[in-house]
């Protein structure tokens, strides 16, 4: 059974950095599309950045759009999210998730929920002030 399983979260001062790892566990991961999500308590599930299968391509969220990097190694079957000059607004549980989609450059587009068919436990990110 394909697991994705996420790790990097952590409490952090604004202003700093975290590096977030995804693991997917299965052989396709070279075939998809990947996207990291983000939900704060009480708030609906936020689309935060996507990567092309091939890694050539990403797309963002307009809240983290120069502060935040999506990269991925296919090699080692792993997806990542640099986050750098973190706000106490970033701080929610991060969700990696796959994308059976054909991949938009449109965040509206990319960023549906509905086109990930598979997610991970997701880790928590706190940025303290």
């Known amino acids: 059974q394909v697991q994705l399983v996420e790790s990097g979260g952590g409490l952090v001062q604004a202003g700093g950095s975290l590096r977030l790892a995804c693991a997917d566990s299965g052989r396709t991961f070279h075939s998809y599309a990947m996207g990291w999500f983000r939900q704060a308590p009480g708030e609906e599930r936020e689309f935060v950045a996507a990567?092309?299968?091939?890694?050539?391509?990403?797309v963002y969220a307009d809240s983290v759009k120069g502060r935040f990097t999506i990269s991925r190694d296919n090699a080692k079957n792993t997806l990542y999210l640099q986050m750098n000059s973190l706000k106490p607004v970033d701080t929610a549980v991060y969700y990696c998730?796959?994308?059976?989609?054909?991949?938009?450059?449109?965040?509206?587009?990319?960023?549906?929920?509905?086109?990930?068919?598979?997610w991970g436990q997701g880790t928590q990110v706190t940025v303290s002030s």
């Open positions: 998730a796959r994308s059976r989609s054909l991949f938009s450059r449109s965040p509206n587009v990319q960023g549906r929920a509905a086109s990930y068919d598979l």
């Open positions: 990567i092309r299968w091939s890694g050539d391509v990403t």
